[in-house]
C-alpha cells in the first residue's frame, strides 16, 4: 500500500530535550515536505526537500532541522524544543516535476508533539 | 503573494441538505492546483477533490464538487446530501509546480452536521 509513515503519533516532551519524529515513503516520491497545523493558522510548511541531501526552508523553519540521507526518509529534528513547538505535525511526498495534480501529495497521519 | 482565505471558522447543516464552504485565493502564477482536504477527528488528512487552473470543468468527485470561479479567484467546496460522518474540518490548499511543490493552506472551516 502507499503511503507516507510517520511516527510516533503521539510525543510528550521537556522543553530542551532532543527529538526526532521520523517519516517514511514508499512510492519512490522525489519531494517531501514537513507541516505543523495550527488552530486558525492552517498548515505551514516547516522544510522540504527535492531529493537527497537537497533541503531548504518553507515558511516556520525556525528550531526545525531535517535531513534527507536516503530517497525514502525525511526525519524531522527539534534539537531543543520549546512549547511554542506543541502542534500538530504532518510529513507530505509528492511527485514534484512541473506538473501539480492530485496524485502528487500523501499525507503521513500525523504527530501530535507537546512539549511542557 | 499566495494566500489562501477560508472565511468560515465554522458552519453547521442540517442532516441531508447540501453545504458550500467558501474558498478564495491569491496568486499571480497561471499554473496552479486547488484541493480540498478533510480532517476527523481522528487528525489524518484526507484528500477529497483536485481542481487544475487549466480545467475547465468543474471537479466533482462522489457527493463532492468543487465551483471554480477562476475570475473571481474562488474554489468553493460543495458537499450534497450531508452526513453525519461529514462533521470535520476543512481545509482548502493551493499548490504549485516547479521547484518548490508547495501547497499552501487556508485556516479551515470546521462543518457540524446535525440530525
Known amino acids: 500500500e502507499a503511503q507516507v509513515t510517520q511516527n510516533p503519533r503521539y510525543l510528550i516532551t521537556v522543553t530542551g530535550k532532543k527529538l526526532t519524529v521520523t517519516c517514511s515513503q514508499n512510492?519512490?516520491?522525489?519531494?517531501m515536505s514537513w507541516y505543523r497545523q495550527d488552530p486558525g493558522l492552517g498548515l505551514r510548511q516547516i522544510y522540504y526537500s527535492m531529493n537527497v541531501e537537497v533541503t531548504d526552508k518553507g515558511d516556520v523553519p525556525e528550531g526545525y532541522k531535517v535531513s534527507r540521507k536516503e530517497k525514502r526518509n525525511f526525519p524531522l529534528i527539534l534539537e531543543s524544543p520549546s512549547p511554542n513547538q506543541t502542534s500538530l505535525y504532518f510529513c507530505?511526498?509528492?511527485?514534484?516535476?512541473?506538473?501539480?495534480?492530485?496524485?502528487?501529495?500523501?499525507f503521513g497521519s500525523g504527530t501530535r508533539l507537546t512539549v511542557v | 503573494a499566495q494566500k489562501i482565505t477560508q472565511t468560515q471558522p465554522g458552519m453547521f447543516v442540517q442532516e441531508k441538505e447540501a453545504v458550500t464552504l467558501d474558498c478564495t485565493y491569491d496568486t499571480s502564477d497561471q499554473s496552479y492546483g486547488l484541493f480540498w482536504y478533510k480532517q476527523p477527528s481522528s487528525g489524518e488528512m484526507i484528500f477529497l477533490i483536485y481542481?487544475?487552473?487549466?480545467?475547465?470543468q468543474n471537479a466533482t468527485e462522489g457527493r463532492y464538487s468543487l465551483n471554480f470561479q477562476k475570475a473571481r479567484k474562488s474554489a468553493n467546496l460543495v458537499i450534497s446530501a450531508s452526513q453525519l460522518g461529514d462533521s470535520a474540518m476543512y481545509f482548502c490548499?493551493?499548490?504549485?509546480?516547479?521547484?518548490?511543490?508547495?501547497?499552501?493552506f487556508g485556516a479551515g472551516t470546521r462543518l457540524a452536521v446535525h440530525p
Open positions: 507530505a511526498s509528492s511527485f514534484g516535476g512541473t506538473s501539480v495534480n492530485y496524485y502528487g501529495y500523501t
Open positions: 490548499a493551493m499548490g504549485f509546480s516547479g521547484g518548490y511543490n508547495k501547497l499552501i
Open positions: 481542481q487544475g487552473s487549466y480545467d475547465e
Open positions: 512510492m519512490n516520491h522525489e519531494y
